[in-house]
């Protein structure tokens, strides 16, 4: 039996070659179709996000001699249902069989492989891809994805779980829009009565927006220098807390409402000024404001920080809270893989428990076999008058050395193997027996 993992990801390959192998949802069942028909495996997973494409092949039949060949063949399919160069591809490529595919597979649910260490977007796309494949070979083959790979994915998850409850990978902010996001949360003791002034429409406000957005605040303003796009955004959002867009024009008049403001946009020249601020907090009586502008250059005057319940903060103060973060992040890390190591050995010994107990069947199904077919022979002899002393010599001699057969092999490969912790096992076994 072989788990296997086969993929490419941001620390191997550049983003045009990983857009090349990326799957879309028809190719994502055109590769589990292939993989059933060219018996690559009995079941299979595709993950495949921005930073890394991977299949996971789980293959009953596999034996060690024929591993790596199967490990080829894969490659190779890989290549051919992309259309992509061989070569090309075994450049960027990883492999992992068994232990280290499981414990690969838990890294990267947990957010250890990710480009930002610890993410929990991760986790989320995993158990996607689990269940697509789930969906696929109940609607197509009445089955499901196999015991072995089934149980790897929720022993996964649950590792996952386990992580994110015993360490403090996941707590600390390391994206500017989360870091921004974290400072409103510190200063005020809850978002859902806040008024959020977003200046800027581009990538990091959307970000921002959608952290607040899931931490409830009361209302979210946003002001741009094209109205449209700012319109563009609240629909991207599809929210329904209350929204209110102004134009750059009318960016006092946004300041007057706003408990926080967080700046990002590509103005050569400072938006929001000191008499702005200072104007807003007579209009709102002095409660507290947090300023962050993460813009370069800067959209706030610095000369803010300086008047009364304002707090201000630039780029530069949240690349520093990220770095510190990202120390704690690598911290909890080397706890997580302390706990990873720990379940996929936990998994390992679960497999073996199975495998033993399935070897054990098969060897009683086939020594039952055995005797049937022996007693069968030996009941028509003795139909046939010959003598039941003979018959019972000779059955019980036959028996004794079909019974014996796959033993006896089984004991001289381990003797060639030089595997002296299984010989002296079966040996006790035979003395405890005798005794």
């Known amino acids: 039996m072989t788990i296997l993992v086969l993929g490419i990801n941001h620390k191997t390959a550049s983003v045009g070659l990983r857009e090349k192998v990326a799957f879309s949802e028809e190719k994502r069942q055109l590769a589990l179709q292939q993989i059933h028909q060219l018996g690559l495996g009995q079941s299979a997973i595709v993950l495949s996000t921005c930073n890394r494409t991977e299949i996971y092949l789980h293959n009953k039949n596999i034996t060690p001699e024929q591993s790596a060949q199967w490990n080829d063949e894969c490659v190779v399919w890989f290549a051919q249902i992309h259309q992509i160069d061989l070569f090309e591809l075994q450049s960027c490529l990883y492999l992992h069989q068994n232990q280290q595919a499981a414990q690969h597979l838990m890294r990267v649910a947990c957010g250890l492989d990710s480009l930002i260490l610890g993410e929990p977007q991760i986790l989320g796309q995993v158990k996607q891809a689990y269940q697509m494949s789930e969906d696929y070979y109940h609607n197509i083959h009445q089955s499901s994805v196999s015991s072995e790979l089934s149980r790897l994915f929720q022993k996964t998850f649950s590792t996952a779980k386990r992580v994110r409850t015993e360490t403090h990978i996941g707590e600390s902010a390391v994206s500017v829009a989360y870091a921004a996001t974290s400072l409103a949360r510190q200063i005020f003791e809850s978002l859902r009565e806040l008024n959020v002034l977003l200046i800027g429409a581009g990538e990091t406000i959307e970000l921002v927006a959608r952290h607040l957005l899931r931490h409830g605040v009361k209302k979210l303003i946003i002001a741009n220098r094209t109205l449209s796009r700012a319109q563009d955004l609240i629909c991207k959002l599809e929210t329904n807390t209350p929204t209110d867009v102004f134009s750059l024009a009318q960016l006092q008049d946004a300041l007057n409402q706003a408990d926080v403001v967080i700046s990002s946009t590509g103005s050569p020249d400072v938006l929001v000024t000191q008499n702005m601020v200072r104007t807003a907090q007579k209009i709102r009586r002095h409660k507290p404001m947090l300023i962050v502008d993460i813009a370069v250059p800067r959209d ?41 190591e720990e379940e996929c050995l936990d998994f390992f010994s679960w497999l073996k428990l199975r495998q033993s107990a399935s070897l054990i069947r098969d060897y009683r199904q086939s020594a039952e076999e055995i005797r049937q077919d022996l007693l069968e022979k030996a009941l028509n002899a003795l139909h046939q008058g010959e003598s039941a002393d003979k018959i019972l010599q ?42």
Do not use: C, W
């Open 300 to 340: 706030v005057d610095e000369k803010v920080n300086k008047l009364d319940s304002v707090y201000h903060y630039t780029v530069d103060d949240l690349h520093n809270i990220i770095q510190q973060n990202m120390s704690e992040r690598e911290k909890a890390s080397a706890q997580a893989e302390e706990i990873i």
């Open 394 to 435: 000779e059955l019980s001699l036959k028996l004794t050395n079909k019974l014996l057969h796959a033993p006896t092999q089984a004991m001289q490969a381990m003797a060639k193997q030089g595997d002296s912790k299984g010989l002296r096992h079966f040996s006790t076994s035979i003395k405890s027996k005798n005794t």
